[in-house]
């Protein structure tokens, strides 16, 4: 963000008092009303720019005259040329201006403040070059005024609103907003603040929450961003020229533009962007899953107006992983830095769910309650990125890993957030990960559930893929067993395309006739399933389309247990015709086999009994 001087309009701040002690104006008289004091009325117009319209959004912005402008007399040689001074504005705390200017000029400084019973203080700081006009990164006299005003009890209490309304009353919309005030100097505030608690996008005003990762698009990096409290600013109106107030209203008034501009200043804020993001490809898992996590934030350039400034990443991770940050990664601008309480580290923080031996292990089972803050601060105040010419610096990407176990149910999605806290001012973003399930049914040959707890099958991730080359992984509970009613149940799983073979057949059927199919996962649930044995036990169902190998459509209800696996008691009960002749010869070439082994048994006893 472009930040203009302190003082808009003015060559430096001392040569604001020109006008007191020298200058004479080229402003016509008639252009500006003064009241019965000489004290200047006329309304000068003050323009705030933001390089982002979310750095409005709810921001609240208050005032506090400083000093007033007068007009004292007419230049002697051209009575339409009227003199310009300043002066403590009648309002102002002098007691608090008093401290505040001692608070700016160094304790070694030759210029003492003085005694406002004797001299009026705003013209003696301005005759005496006592505040600056500042430049990055904005550590001057002015800075140390102007923070000092802004922490003072007496100001804050009688700040006056700025209502930022268009001439018709409506409100201002875009990055820029303008006010009307008397001329003179001011100090204006931003007072918005966090409410304290974390990111609520109905409650705290300065923040844009990102939203959970789209599954259709899982790698975006929008996120969230924060907007952070500004800096205290201090901005005069007006014209210098030649040491003179040449204008008190309009600022950078010349000959080329005798209408100058308006007086401009732009916020000594930063927008912060939070981003959390997963580096699975469609945002489906499966049990076991590894996950590969990465944070993203950005540190501020400069931490201008705060003391003991205030910056961390908080990350909770959600129900159904286990998180491990054994091997936690942490850079800024693409360099690690180390664990500690040291300058140049980060501090690692734990809630306090977060038990002492998780915390010392450094691993722990993510319930959406336990969190772990990697605490920036220290870091922050001692790092000022010199030579960047933006106002956030300093880009933080952290990497943690995060396995996910068997309580990440379809029904119970895997989410994960992490809030930036930005000084305070705090945002959030999400991500979401599902995972899959589906069923089906054992039955005899007739289409009756077959209800014993003995059937079982295997499942393994397909060599082949469903769509923009997903290859699930295989959960980590890769068996499953048929319930009293028949009902086998795989869950835990990532869209993708799964073979499932049947291993153990129940007692009383056919153990050498054992189903398999494949059976694809789409969004949580099974879309298709096709029957890969060779007996035809295992049929086909599902969504047709051209193409696809599935000949017999049908609908299959999210999760159902429509699809329906045979096993058969005898060979005849085979549905395939072709299959029920392959078992039979085999059975006949095991007695044919048996028969032969027989016939030349007793062959050799034959032989031996002879011989003797």
Do not use: C
Not at 267 to 278: C, I
């Amino acid at each position: 963000m472009k930040m203009r001087k302190l003082f808009a309009g003015l060559a430096a701040a001392a040569t604001l008092l020109g006008g007191l002690a020298l200058g004479a104006s080229t402003a016509n008289a008639d252009t500006v009303s003064v009241d019965a004091d000489g004290v200047v009325t006329s309304d000068a117009t003050f323009k705030f720019t933001a390089d982002d319209a979310d750095q409005w959004k709810n921001r609240e912005v208050k005032y506090y005259k400083l000093a007033d402008y007068v007009r004292y007399d007419s230049d002697p040689s051209d009575q339409n040329k009227p003199v310009y001074g300043v002066q403590t504005a009648v309002t102002a705390d002098r007691d608090a201006l008093e401290e505040a200017l001692k608070a700016a000029i160094p304790s070694d400084s030759t210029i003492k403040v003085p005694d406002d019973t004797k001299t009026d203080l705003m013209a003696w700081a301005l005759q005496q070059g006592a505040l600056d006009s500042e430049s990055k990164p904005w550590t001057g006299s002015t800075r140390l005024f102007a923070d000092s005003l802004a922490h003072n009890d007496e100001v804050l209490r009688v700040l006056q609103n700025i209502d930022f309304k268009k001439a018709d009353g409506t409100a201002q919309t875009g990055t820029d907003r303008t006010v009307n005030l008397p001329a003179g100097v001011y100090l204006f505030v931003d007072v918005t603040v966090s409410n304290g608690n974390a990111a609520d996008q109905n409650n705290n005003g300065n923040i844009s929450n990102g939203t959970e990762q789209n599954p259709t698009d899982p790698r975006n990096e929008e996120g969230g961003k924060v907007v952070t409290q500004s800096a205290p600013i201090v901005l005069a109106s007006g014209t210098v020229k030649d040491k003179t107030i040449s204008d008190p209203l309009r600022a950078n008034v010349t000959e080329d533009k005798p209408n100058g501009e308006d007086n401009t200043v732009a916020f000594k804020n930063h927008v912060t962007p939070v981003v959390k993001a997963y580096d699975d490809k469609d945002g489906t898992v499966s049990v076991g899953q590894t996950v590969n996590y990465t944070l993203k934030s950005n540190l501020p350039a400069f931490t201008t107006g705060f003391k003991d400034y205030q910056f961390a990443l908080t990350d909770t991770p959600g129900v159904g992983q286990n998180v491990n940050l054994t091997n936690l990664q942490v850079k800024v601008d693409g360099k690690l830095i180390g664990e500690g309480t040291g300058n140049d580290n980060y501090e690692l923080k734990f809630s306090s769910s977060v038990t002492a031996d998780e915390q010392n292990a450094k691993q722990f089972t993510a319930d959406g309650v336990k969190t772990f803050i990697l605490d920036f601060s220290k870091y922050v105040q001692n790092h000022t990125f010199e030579g960047t010419t933006e106002l956030t610096a300093g880009v933080v990407e952290v990497k943690y890993q995060a396995v996910i176990n068997d309580q990440a149910t379809p029904s119970q999605s895997v989410v994960n957030s992490v809030e930036v806290n930005d000084n305070n001012s705090k945002a959030q973003d999400k991500t979401k990960l599902t995972t899959g399930e589906f069923a089906f049914t054992k039955t005899d040959a007739q289409g009756n559930p077959v209800k014993t707890k003995d059937a079982k099958f295997q499942i393994y991730a397909a060599d082949e893929n469903v769509e923009d080359d997903v290859l699930p992984i295989a959960p980590t509970v890769t068996t499953a067993v048929s319930d009293e009613n028949g009902k086998v149940s795989f869950t835990g799983l990532a869209d993708g395309v799964y073979k499932v073979s049947e291993i153990e057949v129940p007692n009383g059927f056919v153990s050498s006739a054992k189903a398999e199919f494949k059976v694809t996962i789409k969004d949580g649930h099974a879309v298709t399933f096709e029957g890969t044995d060779f007996w035809g036990l295992a049929p086909n169902l599902g969504d047709w389309h051209e193409g696809s190998s599935i000949v017999h459509p049908g609908n299959i209800a999210p999760n159902g247990t429509e699809y329906k696996v045979k096993n058969v008691k005898n060979i005849t009960q085979l549905p395939l015709t072709g299959a029920a002749g392959t078992v039979l010869f085999t059975v006949v070439g095991l007695l044919l086999a048996g028969a032969a082994a027989t016939v030349y048994m007793k062959s050799r006893s034959t032989r031996r009994a002879l011989r003797a």
